[in-house]
């Protein structure tokens, strides 16, 4: 199933995608909750109340309502640094020995169609395709055999990322560098896990403008996605509807010559085998 988050008049409400359009599922099934959190928290049998619901309910047009992040506002927004050996190599780092994790602020999350906004003080902005991880049930100390089990959904993602903040600020300011406002578009759906039986081998590809600037494939993760949630539960508790940036792949601008930064007018498409194409248009700080 593939669940979006759109603009009611109310507020936030989550809905699943069918050929016609959108179906509210907590209209379709009242004991189903309107929020997309909520609904992850639930679990699978949540997602199989859903998946009956939306078969008979009416659906909205898809034009009609604006859609917002699939999970507006994640508590976290946990990435992966150099977790592709290419991209390591291709960023002067060697491939490292235990996971490299930084984060986003929340605020820089966006869905599909959303713009990407140049910020005025940065003059490198640089594109990163990755596969996005959505956290279902919680949990601390998660042991790797049952990692899986708190994978609710996939998504596409673009870990957008200010290379002169990122890299050369004093103290190298990643948090920064990467959490500008609309800097970690992800989308356009949320795919659930039982779709992507083997999210560990599925290509990934980045477009500007049409021409492929990234093309590998999710098999080649130094650190697998089970890995990564045991990896981070070590340290802080996950709860439903955390994103997880598993990392990307290598072709990134910064690292090409010569270095390739977006500029206002570009169109960015993050296109993950079985999940979807996510895009966003480039635009100059207003
Ligand atoms: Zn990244």
Redesign the pocket.
Known sequence: MRLVTYQAPGGARVAAVRDDGLVDLCEADSRLPSCIKALLAQGPEAIGRAAAAMRSAAAIPRGSVKLLPPVPGPQKVI???A?YAD?ARESGVRPPDEPILFSKFPTAVRADGDDIVLPAVSSEVDY?A?LVVVIGAGGRHIPREKAFEHVAAYACGN?V?ARDWQLRKPGNQWLLG?SFDSFAPFGPELVTADEIPDPGNLEIQLRLNGQTMQHSSTKHFIFPIDVLIAYVSQVCTLVPGDLI????PEGVGFARKPPVFLKPGDDVEVEIERIGILRNRVVAES
């Not at 940036?245 to 990307?248: L, N, R």
């Open positions: 990435c992966v640094g977790n991209h990163e990755e870990d990322s990467k940036f598993t990392g990307t």
